[in-house]
């Protein structure tokens, strides 16, 4: 392992200590979602493509099945619009926020781009703090947004937001941040991963934009998928073979584009330097991407990695082996488990492995 970064580590340990806590079981319900960059409703509103899909997996499927829910950060896009503008035009979003909050089942961090609300106190009630720490039979899960693991952001963040509220978004310019360069989402996720193996424990992190389920990228759990895929095309009838063949050329076409986008060069770097990535850090993704909205639950002591869509904007899923979409009923959106595994394991893997 590279040599750790004390600053870093000390920040980190500094917020770990003053986190929220709560104890779970097998019994607990949560669902975290991230970087939902909420704006003003219009077609400079990051959050309103995917406004529906993200209201109805609230109402109709974590409320209803009494999951508590964690907003891991940059709920609000405070940087472009200002926070009366969001409650103004989101008012059905932070209802639904309420239904949790009456509940007592919703907790809610800081990101970079909703700093300001610690010292611009908002309208509502949440449970709000720099990060939530969940106890598992002894075992922790560190929940915080992600920027905190950045050198400069924190002083940087102020003269950003300026730029993007005064500059940027009244000419229509994107805000092209961490989630849009591979590196900065590397050195990110790097010292969120070195931090969590020496806490010996589950860190959780947005900021990036990018899921990750047990440490690993999207483009290593291709790799594992096509090589369960070619196993299980040996030992299956042959009447199975053919779909099982077709699924394996899908997801080698899924990780090309996977390389291209990130432009990888050492695919190393998304185990991080180690011969066995030990399972310690997870992201939840954001609810702002283009074929749907990504989020990590913990449910029946497992973790899972949670993709939602809109079949009329992503059909893919539906069409090939090796996933198992489940219909919202009444609606066109669909949850699926990308990823799961028992908290038990998870953890005596990062003991064993570390």
Request: net charge positive; proline share 3%.
């Amino acid at each position: 392992m590279a040599a750790p970064d004390i600053h870093i580590n000390e920040h980190l340990d500094t917020i770990l200590k003053g986190a929220w806590e709560s104890n779970i079981n097998n019994q607990s319900r949560w669902v975290i979602f991230s970087d939902l960059h909420m704006g003003d409703g219009s077609t400079k509103d990051d959050f309103k493509p995917n406004s529906e899909l993200f209201q109805c997996a609230l109402r109709d499927y974590y409320l209803k099945r009494n999951y508590s829910l964690m907003l891991n950060g940059d709920v609000e896009e405070l940087q472009r619009f200002s926070l009366d503008v969001i409650l103004k035009n989101w008012n059905l979003v932070y209802k639904l926020f309420d239904a949790f909050a009456n509940k007592n089942r919703l907790a809610k961090t800081y990101g970079n781009h909703d700093l300001q609300l610690k010292v611009q106190k908002p309208p509502y009630d949440y449970k709000m703090s720099e990060a939530c720490k969940l106890s598992y039979e002894g075992d922790h899960i560190f929940i915080y947004h992600g920027h905190q693991a950045s050198k400069k952001y924190q002083l940087q963040n102020d003269l950003v937001g300026f730029t993007l509220k005064y500059f940027a978004n009244p000419l229509r310019i994107k805000n092209y941040s961490v989630s849009h360069s591979s590196k900065k989402k590397y050195k990110i996720e790097k010292r969120a991963y070195e931090h969590a193996i020496r806490r010996n424990q589950i860190s959780i992190i947005g900021h990036t934009h990018r899921p990750l389920f047990e440490s690993l990228h999207k483009v290593d759990r291709l790799r594992f998928k096509i090589d369960q895929l070619c196993r299980d095309y040996l030992i299956s009838r042959s009447s199975n073979q053919e779909s099982i063949a077709h699924s394996i050329k899908f997801y080698q076409a899924e990780l090309e584009k996977s390389h291209q986008i990130d432009n990888l060069k050492n695919t190393n770097s998304f185990i991080y330097h180690h011969n066995l990535a030990i399972p310690c850090l997870f992201n939840s993704g954001t609810v702002i991407g283009k074929r749907g909205i990504t989020c990590l639950e913990i449910s029946d002591g497992k973790m899972r990695l949670i993709h939602w869509f809109d079949k009329n904007i992503s059909k893919k899923y539906l069409q090939y082996t090796g996933y198992d979409p489940i219909l919202l009923p009444n609606t066109e959106f669909y949850r699926m488990v990308i990823n799961e595994d028992t908290l038990h394991y998870i953890f005596a893997r990062i003991k064993l492995l570390r």
